[in-house]
């Protein structure tokens, strides 16, 4: 079935540096990539849709110069969170969708710590 | 944009009792309606999902009915196992594509 391969799977950063996190389809082509963030406990919580080849767009409340999405490729999406704080700390899923199939692929998240 | 609810937010059972939980949501253009289960520290892993055209699905112990009208879609769960206790999200699908995640229910199957 289809893969979304995600890394890494956790990282801790230093506050203030960037962090990146990479998603790839591995047998199918995303047309469309979600990314989420998910704080513990709590719902996974949509911080933007890419399409590939056009720019990210954000939902409400999501600052698109803090998360940078990049979506170069119909197999690859990254996730840059910049100057990163402690209150980023969160895991972070992707989530690819076919544009042929009904449903959706998820990423196996990334556990991001910020120090 | 969509608005999910979803309810209750932790459900206990004994074990072989059923569960079901409710989720309401707000676009009328919605057509797609999954649930996912989620382990912790894991990603959402769908255990089922309905599309517009459908009143009820079933695949064993799991099930989803799907009311159009009201725009609510649950989930049942059958002879639950300890081995069933997660966390459940709806996730139905808004005219964007999109899929909004409900506010969870963490379920707990007492052996």
């Known amino acids: ?115 | 944009g969509e608005n999910v609810e979803q309810h209750p937010s932790t459900l206990s059972v004994q074990e072989g009792d059923s569960a079901v939980i409710k989720c309401t949501y707000s676009d009328s253009a919605s057509n797609y309606f999954p649930w996912y289960k989620q382990e912790l520290g894991k990603r959402p892993q769908l255990i089922i999902d309905i599309r517009s055209n459908v009143g009820e699905k079933k695949d064993q112990r799991i099930a989803v009915t799907l009311n159009k009208t009201a725009k609510h879609f649950s989930l049942h769960i059958t002879e639950t196992q300890p081995e069933d206790s997660a966390v459940y999200f709806c996730a139905p699908r808004d005219s964007s594509y999109k899929l909004i995640f409900g506010s969870g229910t963490r379920l707990l199957v007492r052996p």
């Open chain 1, 1 to 115: 079935g289809a893969v979304v391969s995600q890394h890494p799977s956790r990282v801790i950063c230093k506050s203030g540096t960037s962090v990146k996190i990479e998603c790839r389809s591995l047998d199918f082509q995303a047309t469309t990539m979600f990314w989420y963030r998910q704080f513990p406990k709590k719902s996974l919580m949509l911080m933007a849709t890419s399409n590939e080849g056009s720019k990210a767009t954000y939902e409400q409340g999501v600052e698109k110069d803090k998360f940078l999405i990049n979506h170069a490729s119909l197999t690859l999406s990254t996730l840059t969170v910049t100057s990163a704080h402690p209150e980023d700390s969160s895991f972070y899923i992707c989530s690819a969708r076919d544009q042929g199939a009904y449903g959706y692929t998820f990423g196996s998240g990334t556990r991001l710590t910020v120090v």
